[in-house]
């Protein structure tokens, strides 16, 4: 594990957290990892897969891996529905009669974690009131503006099939997103016991896998700021790839400036998931991918999205390995 | 008139030719800038060009740049390889600029293409089939013209590679000797082309410091001067014609002189090649043996023969005591070689100089011929300008005139006059050379000015001997001597050796495609062969520092030095990062057979990506690529490590 000292705590905040998560989701690791790469990165997750999946199950158990802590509760839910109104998920002014005032009643949006689910079910106007809070961590009711939790981490769920009467997210709405996340199918071995520990899991969770507390997790997301290493090697290969992608004959539209932003706190959460206190190459060749996919708007007939991100990062891939070898002085 | 008219017409020739391809190949460029499917037509139309040049250079028609060619053809080679490779090298780079805004890779890749696209063109394009586009541009360089790259291209003096014997100037007087014969002016006659290469098989220097090659002999007096034999039955020394097999000539001497120590003669043989056409085969005095050999080099020779002579090795003052004539010879002999003018006027000149001799001399023939001849060398002026083919008796003319004329007339009139003493004489002709111009080199270069024509004298013991006249007074021009290294050359081809390159002639009659693939794939060959000599032994004095360097070196320079030397044992045997790919995932894929690799890959990372200002930690990377050495060796294939002992490359795949 790292070496660093100060890297202790968000360490160890990652390790109780993934082991909790796993211990309640079978056969998901790597979705596990995105997920919690997203969560100390700042971002935002939208899970993309089928009904019964397991996508709900890990939003919770993510929720309910975070102690409670101030004003906020830790999970809330929301069901997306074509007739939801916008204050139905930012919360309403209601009159109070005793006093005579409106006060604010805050909806599901305040809380640690928020698991908006069939997020293409509703009408835009609704979608745009959730990016809103999303990107600005803040929602605005009757031109007043109440902060949401610092935490405030999304995870919206999609099914890519049942298309009928949904309202497709935009691509500048996508890119709201840190990490778009097919789930594919769990393994036999998952999928049996799965069934096999439906019981155990269904009960308390052990009590060697203690809750996160909120001001842990924020503390381990300045951690992994401050004391990740990025070299600039990274960078030029950020930018190169990006580069790369806009080129690439097949896409549209490239990644934008402020996915790169975005990916450099996640690639930093990535080394430190691996153990390492600096970027390495790894972290772009699995992150990248898995941020920058669901970003590009391809022509027809395109290949998808991931392995064109993939074909387009080998050469900046290769010049930042050819470069470790190159004498620096 | 600006320029003159000779500029103006220049000009007007090269224009079209230069502005027209520049033009075209102007507007596709710009073109290009627009599409990049424009490109290829450009790229098609600079491939024609040059591949209009090569094949115009290939069938002979163009020698420029003058420059470059002449000093190439005045070395004795065919400037053809030198002006293919020149044009090779300028459609390289023009291809290297033209590709050098696409795609790396592919710049190669269309660089190569079209290399073999132009030579694939080089070759469609048909032989000749520029003489109709060169005559459209008056670019032939024909001599009709006085261009100066025909008389290079079409056999000029100084051009032996580009002589093509057939359409040389012996072409002309295809049925003649190119022997003087004639008593005309030969002021004229400024060409100098080589006839023959004679090589000898043996030293011999003439006493009289002149070889004399005959060819034919002048011995029946028609009334007005000696001609051709033409009843066979005279000059039995002379061959007719070439013949197929070996040609015996009877001997007409004896094989010592009485009163002189030694033989007389001594037998030398001699290899002709002729370059240009002679109706019979001449050879060194006396020729008494002929054997036509295979030709060494049907490109540049007609025919090639061997020659026994036996020349005479003893000074003239050895003859003083011969008798005239054959011992054998008849009185029908005596008087065909005796014959001459019933003029008064030549037996009173003889008397006048004879009287001149000692009375116990004048009895002598030998001498009696010798004072004959010292009065010419004396009185007689040579010169080219002499005219006198038209006067009804040219050789009195000459003689009794005013002295002046060239060989044919000194030779004629030494010969009347040598009859008019009494001594059998008669005229030869054919070829003579100073001794000096061997230069002691084994080889003679013959040329048409060395043709001659002298008198010659039948002595008992000696048979035919000349005894030219040399007059005091000279008019002509010196005769340069041939040049050294082209006569060396020559010699050398002549009895079959290849001469140093082989230029191929310029007519493109006789070419084939090895031709010019050849001598560009022989250099190649030989480029190749030598950057493999040093490259091998470079690649393993770098593959042998690579590997002790980690060792050797500064502790901050370890990471990368080590890091480099696992890379170079683990492509020694046959581990490699593909493109692409990241080191995690190539030190996972090798972490199978090295455990120690992949510490030694999150070592190295640690240092050249993590945050700067740590410790080298020199000693564990050393530990860590010594283990990585062992364990990777341990689990390769013995042919694996076979390959891994000898490659000397394999760092350079390291990357």
Known sequence: MSESQTLILASSVLDRLRKRLRFSVLGR????????????????????????SGKTTLAKALGDAIEDGGDFPAFRRIQFTPDLLPSDITGISVFDAETG????????????????????????????????????????????????????????????????????????????????????????????????????????????????????????????????????????????????????????????????????????????????????????????PRVFGHRLDLAPGAPPAIEIVQSCLKKPMESLSVGTLQATD | MIFGSRLTYGIAEVLPAFTLPLSVVASLESLAGRNATWRTAELVVLGVIFATLFAAHRDGFIDRPFFLADPILRSGRDPLIYLLLLGLGLAAIMAVV????SHARRSFLGFTVLLLGLVALFLALPKGHLKGVSELHRLQAGKENGDQAGGKSKGGEEDPGGTDPKKGKGGEKNDESLLPDSFNDQSDSSSDSPVAVVVFHGDYTPALGFYYFRETAFSTYNGLRVVQDATAR????????????????????????PGTPGPAFRNIRTTVALMAPHPRPFGLVDMFSYRPTGNPDPRRFFQAYEVQSSALVLPPQALINEEAGGPEWDPKQW????????????????????????????????????????????????????????DADPVAKFLFGDLRGHCVHFAHAACMLYRAAGVPARVAGGYAAPATYRFGGASLLLRSRNAHAWPEIYLRNTGWIPLDISPAKNEAKAQAPPDQ?????????????????????????????????????????????????????????????????????????????????????????GQLRTFGESRENFAARVSTRSSSFQALTALHLQWALGAPGRDPEAARYRALLKSVRIELWSTATSSRRWVAILDPFSWMRVH
């Open chain 2, 485 to 573: 290294g082209l006569q060396q050359m020559l010699g050398n081809m002549a009895v079959g050796e290849k001469p140093p390159p082989d230029p191929p002639p310029l007519d493109g009659s006789r070419h084939t495609l090895w031709d010019y693939l050849g001598p560009i794939l022989r250099l190649l060959g030989l480029l190749v062969l030598t950057l493999l000599a040093l490259a091998i032994p470079a690649g393993w004095l770098t593959r042998l520092w690579r590997h002790w360097v980690p060792f050797l070196c500064r502790p901050d320079k370890v990471p990368r030095l080590a890091y480099r030397a696992a890379l170079d044992q683990a492509a020694r045997l």
């Open chain 1, 101 to 288: 005032k409106f006060h604010f009643r805050p909806g599901p949006l305040f809380a640690h974690i928020v698991l908006g689910d069939e997020i293409n079910r509703t009408s835009p106007k609704v979608q745009a009131a959730m990016l809103e809070a999303m990107a600005e961590k803040q929602v605005t009711v009757d031109n007043e503006t109440h902060a949401l939790d610092d935490l405030f981490f999304v995870i919206a769920t999609q099914n890519p099939r049942d298309v009928a009467g949904t309202y497709p997210l935009p691509v500048p709405q996508l890119d709201r997103f840190l990490f778009k996340i097919r789930m594919d199918d769990i393994s036999r071995d998952a999928e049996l016991s799965v069934l096999r520990t439906r019981q155990a899991r269904g009960g308390e969770i052990p009590v060697d896998l203690p809750r996160v507390r909120h001001e842990d997790l924020l503390q381990a997301r300045l951690q992994v700021e401050q004391e990740i290493f990025i070299s600039d090697s990274i960078h030029h290969c950020l930018v190169d790839l990006a580069r790369e992608l806009r080129a690439h004959p097949q896409v549209v539209q490239g990644v934008s400036t402020r996915s790169l932003v975005l990916m450099v706190p996640a690639l930093k959460a990535s080394a430190l998931l691996r153990g390492r206190n600096f970027v390495s190459g790894d972290d772009l060749n699995w992150l990248a």
């Open chain 2, 234 to 257: 005279f000059d039995r020394d002379i061959a007719t014609e070439f013949s197929q097999g070996i040609l015996s000539i009877p001997q007409s001497h004896a094989a010592t002189l």
């Open chain 1, 29 to 52: 690791d790597e979705v596990v990892d995105l997920i919690l790469v997203a969560l100390l990165a700042d971002g935002h997750v939208l899970l993309e897969d089928y009904p019964g």
């Open chain 2, 98 to 101: 033209l590709a050098k805004g």
């Open chain 2, 335 to 390: 008087a065909h070689y005796t014959e001459g003018s019933i003029d008064p006027r030549y037996g009173a000149l003889v008397e006048r100089i004879i009287s001149e001799l000692p009375p116990n001399l004048r009895d002598r023939p030998f001498f009696r011929a010798v004072a004959i001849k010292l009065w010419l060398d004396q009185n007689g002026t040579y010169t080219l300008q002499a005219n006198t083919a038209e």
